[in-house]
């Protein structure tokens, strides 16, 4: 167990230290923040009222999907793999370590955006405040599992980036968190679904319990997958 817990927290101070986790778990995610926090506010004075949620799940789809795949890339596409085996290490160490890691990091971030939105832009908390950070506690461990399948399936960062984009780009255009979903046609509101930041969004901010179970169904499905391709990694 001491063994386990200083790899989460070495893998944390190796995390901070790298500048692909820094820029796309800090610095971008924080300057959008800041950046569009008040052009929403000033553009849709009513954008208020669902600016912590909305900027929660930009954070966490651009630190699942932007940044924890090439760190994932770099343990089972490389040497390190390998030190695993050789040393008796399990082959899921790795994953395990940097999902626990990406999900602090990126805890800490959403955490200063509910802590400072209301100060900063007028920012209206949560009416439920146990539903909506069990709604993002849920989600982020969904987009956290979906990078972490993206890690393992791709191995080129260049493919993993391009895919990555491909998600993340309907996930916060179609979720409701730029403009009101009510304005997307009717099939793509339907579309928009298949995506979990959307769900998870009107989680947040329509308070219905049902989404919860969707979301841990979602979870479950990657978690499974996940798990078929560290063994399929343990068998190279």
Same mark, same amino acid.
């Given at each position: 167990m001491k063994a386990f817990l200083y790899g989460v927290r070495l893998q944390f101070i190796?995390? %901070?230290? =790298?500048r692909t986790m820094l820029v796309t778990c800090y610095l971008v995610p924080l300057v959008f923040y800041f950046f569009m926090g008040g052009v929403f506010t000033s553009v849709m004075p009513s954008a208020v009222e669902t600016l912590i949620p909305s900027m929660s799940v930009f954070v966490i789809a651009m630190s699942a999907l932007m940044g924890l795949p090439p760190s994932l890339g770099e343990v089972y596409g490389g040497g390190i793999k390998k030190i695993y085996k050789a040393n008796g290490v399990p082959v899921c160490l790795g994953? !395990?370590?940097?999902? %626990? &890691?990406?999900? /602090?990091?990126? /805890?800490?971030? +959403?955490? !200063?955006?509910?802590?400072?939105? @209301?100060?900063?832009?007028?920012?209206?908390? @949560?009416?439920? /405040? @146990?539903?909506?950070? +069990? &709604? /993002? #506690?849920?989600?982020? +461990?969904?987009?956290?599992?979906?990078? +972490? #399948?993206?890690?393992?399936?791709?191995?080129?960062?260049?493919?993993?980036?391009?895919?990555?984009? #491909? !998600?993340?780009?309907? =996930? #916060?255009?179609? =979720?409701?968190?730029?403009? @009101?979903?009510?304005?997307?046609p009717d099939i793509l509101q339907y579309i928009s679904y298949i995506f979990p930041s959307t769900i998870a969004f009107s989680s947040m901010t329509a308070f219905e319990v049902w989404h919860l179970p969707v979301l841990c169904a979602v979870f479950v499905v990657l978690a499974g997958i996940v798990a078929l391709l560290l063994l399929r990694k343990s068998a190279d």
């Open positions: 190796m995390d %901070i230290r =790298s994953v !395990i370590t940097q999902f %626990i &890691s990406a999900f /602090l990091h990126t /805890l800490i971030v +959403c955490l !200063i955006i509910f802590a400072t939105a @209301p100060a900063v832009f007028g920012a209206e908390l @949560p009416e439920n /405040l @146990p539903l909506y950070f +069990c &709604s /993002l #506690v849920i989600y982020l +461990c969904v987009m956290l599992a979906l990078g +972490c #399948v993206l890690g393992l399936a791709v191995g080129a960062q260049a493919k993993q980036t391009m895919v990555a984009m #491909v !998600i993340f780009l309907p =996930s #916060v255009i179609l =979720s409701g968190i730029m403009f @009101p979903a009510s304005m997307l």
